[in-house]
Nanobody
Framework: QVQLVESGGGLVQPGGSLRLSCAAS????????IGWFRQAPGKEREGISCIGSSDGTTYYPDSVKGRFTISRDNAKNTVYLQMNSLKPEDTAVYFC????????????????????WGQGTQVTVSS
């Protein structure tokens, strides 16, 4: 059974950090482009970090550039999202997704279409 499972969300104070994990089962994550997306109430789903399958090319929109980092651990079949300097506007449900290996990372993040999606994990940034 193909599955993506996110974990690591929670409540954090502004300026704090969290690391989200996206564990895959039923397929090999390294063969796919992987993205992290988020959706806040009343807003569209937004691509925030995407990584290519072959060369590890990454893309971040300006809203998170310099604060978020996406990475792979192929031995664990897991992708991570390290989030630093969190702001209240980062509050959202965070999803990981896997897409065709030839997908350009900027396109992936821009259009939020994927083969597989996780169920999401809530991140709340509040004092």
């Amino acid at each position: 059974q193909v599955q993506l499972v996110e974990s690591g969300g929670g409540l954090v104070q502004p300026g704090g950090s969290l690391r989200l994990s996206c564990a895959a089962s039923g397929f090999i994550l390294d063969y796919y482009a992987i993205g992290w997306f988020r959706q806040a109430p009343g807003k569209e789903r937004e691509g925030i970090s995407c990584i290519g399958s072959s060369d590890g090319t990454t893309y971040y929109p300006d809203s998170v550039k310099g604060r978020f980092t996406i990475s792979r651990d192929n031995a664990k079949n897991t992708v991570y999202l390290q989030m630093n300097s969190l702001k209240p506007e980062d509050t959202a449900v965070y999803f990981c997704a896997a897409n065709h290996p030839a997908t350009a990372v900027q396109t992936f993040c821009a259009y939020a279409r994927a083969y597989y999606w996780g169920q999401g994990t809530q991140v709340t940034v509040s004092s």
